[in-house]
């Protein structure tokens, strides 16, 4: 059975060396190519990388050498057969030529659609591994559209409650001001079902519609408002992106501001609450004022964590979420029992935090690509921390009513 060959190449702004770290260290693959990955880059080694769109492929490491050569198996999700990728780094015009072979590739229907992934794949990963080395920048964030909406729950009884006659789509309960579904019309309540062709049953169906896209295409969605299906032309919005710091001392600084804005709410918010008031859990199954206490202390613990991981370049994180799980809040509690020694806690946390920021390894901050994508988590405006000041206040009403 005959067999083709898919070749690519990129001249890289960075050393060979680097280059070959991008194709070999978990944390640097994720920075550029795949949203999980798990390697172990030695003969017979493990490979295997997932993406958001569900895909994911496995293999393993033939051949390594340093700075000069990797080789790894490829089969991925839905493809006919294992295939193999080899790629070579060599020093060139101050910088790095990557050059890709992706080899024992079948032809015929079931390969076609294959190939086409294939192709489109690398060139587009090749040119984000090349803006990720040089600036950082991960083109699937800075590129990545927005619609611009808030969603809310929907199911058969809330579609039944607005005349809707479908049970799957996505429920707009509100816009963002300037982004694209408030220019486009959308509103509250209106349920998208499809875009630019492309089903949005669910969160995951929206995600992969819109990977699809850059921001500033202009494409076709689809509605119900009530029991009328609708189109209209949307302009996908541009993902807002913060300024990166150059230094960690600076990006502890960035963070600090939003860690005393943090403080401030929580301090303003407790103030006049008693132990017994912070201390009683909704009949809801919704959390206490201390179990969110516990929650963010557990939270910024775990967020150290994740921050040595990629400073070591082996994330551990899965594609994937078990939940929340009580007893860890409850065993924090039972250690800082009191309202004030669980703020006191949660700020000591925040501190250590701003201090491993302030002091990441120069050997870290050089690789340009896992630095930036710290940085720009870091400093995403705290919505999960107001999602929690809504529940805590549901708690507090809720034991000042019993």
Same mark, same amino acid.
């Given at each position: ?15 060979? &060396? ?13 920075? #550029?190519?795949?949203? @999980?990955?798990?390697?172990? *880059? ?27 050569? @990797?080789?790894?198996? #490829? ?10 990728? &080899? ?23 079931? #390969?076609?659609?294959?190939? &086409? ?27 990545? *559209?927005?619609?611009? /909406? ?13 005349? !809707? ?79 990166? *710091? ?11 501001? /939003? ?7 929580? =301090?303003?918010?407790? !103030? ?11 009949? =809801? ?54 309202? *004030?020694?669980?703020?006191? &806690? ?18 870290? @901050? ?5 630095? #930036? ?23 507090? =009403? ?5």
């Amino acid at each position: 059975m005959s067999s083709e060959t898919l070749s690519f190449s990129r001249q890289v702004k960075t050393t060979p &060396e680097n280059a070959y770290r991008a194709f070999t260290n978990a944390t640097d693959l994720r920075d #550029w190519l795949s949203n @999980v990955a798990t390697v172990v *880059p030695r003969p017979g080694g493990r490979f295997y990388l997932w993406w958001e769109s569900g895909y994911y492929t496995v293999g393993e490491f033939i051949a390594v050498d340093p700075g000069k050569t @990797v080789s790894f198996t #490829w089969f991925g999700r839905g493809e006919p057969a294992p295939t193999q990728v &080899e790629v070579t780094f060599a020093a060139q015009d101050g910088g790095t030529l990557v050059s890709l072979d992706h080899s024992g590739i079948g032809s015929g229907d079931l #390969w076609s659609p294959v190939i &086409e992934e294939m192709e489109k794949g690398w060139k587009n990963s090749l040119e984000n591994l090349a803006s990720v080395c040089e600036t950082g920048e991960d083109l699937r964030f800075v590129t990545r *559209p927005m619609l611009g /909406i808030i969603l809310d729950e929907f199911n058969e009884q809330i579609a039944k409650d607005l005349g !809707v006659p479908i049970s799957e789509g996505i429920r707009i309960s509100g816009t963002v001001d300037g982004m694209g579904a408030q220019a486009a019309g959308l509103t509250n309540d209106d349920i998208l079902v499809s875009m630019g062709g492309m089903p949005t049953i669910d969160f995951d169906s929206l995600n992969n519609a819109l990977n699809v896209h850059k921001a500033g295409d202009t494409i076709e969605v689809e509605f119900y408002r009530g029991p009328e299906k609708q189109s209209v032309m949307m302009t996908l919005s541009g993902r807002p992106i913060p300024d990166i *710091p150059p230094t960690p001392k600076e990006l502890a600084d960035a963070v600090g501001v /939003i860690y005393k804005d943090i403080e401030t709410k929580l =301090d303003a918010f407790l !103030v006049g609450v008693n132990e017994d008031e912070a201390s009683f859990n909704p009949a =809801d199954s919704g959390w206490s004022v201390k179990r969110n206490l516990g929650h963010f202390i557990h939270g910024e613990r775990s967020y150290q964590i994740y921050i040595g991981d990629m400073v070591s370049g082996y994330e551990r994180y899965a594609d994937d979420w078990g939940g929340n799980v009580n007893e860890l809040l409850d065993a924090i509690i039972a250690i800082y029992p009191t309202v *004030p020694e669980l703020v006191a &806690e949660y700020k000591r946390n925040m501190a250590e935090t701003l201090y491993l920021l302030a002091n990441l390894p120069e050997d870290f @901050v050089s690789h340009k690509g896992s630095y #930036w994508r710290m940085a720009f988590n870091a400093l995403q405006d705290p919505f999960h921390f107001d999602g929690h000041i809504e529940q805590m206040q549901a708690a507090l =009403d809720a034991a000042r009513q019993k």
